[in-house]
């Protein structure tokens, strides 16, 4: 017959004890719960910073809760500034824990994940403590030589995206080009300039890219009248990944460009690799402004130019490719304004390309 000591009772009421506070911590989520902890899988380059600096900060939270946020800053004059803006302290955790924001270059990157009523501060000293409302903190180096890559870390706020300009030569159409970022503006309405231009024996070009990567989507350019172009200036609306292991770099194409020939069509669609005959399409561009560009999706890219600005514009021509389509692999969009190389007939007056507006429709 099984009898309670009063030692045994103890016992017993020692356990109880212990299991209403194992599962009072487990209600209070407090306990038992690991802090979250941070990754960072964007990381821009080191720069000395500045308002006109811009790079992408991108990662993941493991372990959060729903309604925690992040707090963003980079490191600059030994000081650690709020990002983006302290008009925008807070960036927002996704579903599936990623995050990622523009924001001003810095030597360093810092992130902070807040829960509840958190206080934000525009400049620090050093990253927050962690309390009750700064739950968890990590930061990282700016990745070093990027600033080598051919591109200024000063950008252009074009259609609500941040855009970088060329400044290191590089091969295109056949010959090795020049480029300063200064054949790069924007005018007092917000559209995009690009110009070409005779500097010395040399023309000078212009190309500016996206700092993030879209992936698949509608992506549309409204152009004004390239029909002043002349045959061996080049226009290419693309998408490129220097860091690709597929030899074709992800690229898609748009060109406006007789390639140095009148003789020439001036439209071409281009799914690379372009020795393929039907990976291009060829058609003639009338004078007019106009709105181009291609819809991306799984083994489909489907190109249009339409003639005219608005919704009831004349489509002059479409075409969609079903063979080739590469994936999206951390391209950027880029916008690049040249001379043909070995013209028929050569670049005389330089060129100039403006583009009104820019539109990304995941």
Known sequence: MNTLTPHRVRRELSRLRGL?????????????????????TQIPPASSGGPNTRGVLGGKVIGFKQGDRLVLYARSDNQWWIQPTSQRPFTEIKPDGTWISTIHLGMEYGAVVVRGDYETATVLSSLPDLNEHAIAKA???????????????KTLSFSGYDWEART?????????????????????????HLRVSREGNQWVCAEVRTIRSLGYGSY??????????????????????????????????????????????????????????????RFEIPKGSLRTGFRWSPGAAAFST?????????????????TGIPTPTGERIYVNLCEFGYPKI????????????????P
Not at 25 to 35: E, M, Q, V
Not at 179 to 188: E, S
Not at 311 to 321: C, D, L, P, S
């Open 20 to 40: 209403l506070i194992f599962l009072a911590c487990l209600s209070l989520c407090g306990c038992y719960r690991r802090p979250p902890s941070i990754l960072f």
């Open 139 to 153: 930061k990282t180096s700016g990745k070093a030589g990027l600033q080598t890559e051919g591109y200024s870390v």
């Open 168 to 192: 290191a030569a590089s091969p295109t159409g056949g010959l090795s080009h020049n480029y300063t970022p200064n054949n790069v503006w924007l005018d007092d309405k917000g559209a995009l």
């Open 220 to 281: 549309q350019f409204l152009l004004r009248d390239t029909g002043d172009l002349e045959p061996a200036a080049m226009l290419g609306l693309f998408t490129w990944d220097d860091e690709s292991k597929d030899p074709k770099h992800t690229e898609m194409d748009i060109h406006v460009s007789r390639w140095g020939n009148p003789e020439s069509k001036n439209g071409e669609y281009v799914i690379q690799p372009y020795q393929i005959p039907s990976n291009v399409y």
């Open 306 to 322: 339409t003639h005219g600005e608005g919704q009831k514009g004349r489509t002059v021509e479409a075409w969609t490719f079903t």
């Open 346 to 361: 050569p670049l005389q007056h330089g060129a100039e390309v403006v583009i009104d507006r820019f539109q990304f429709l």
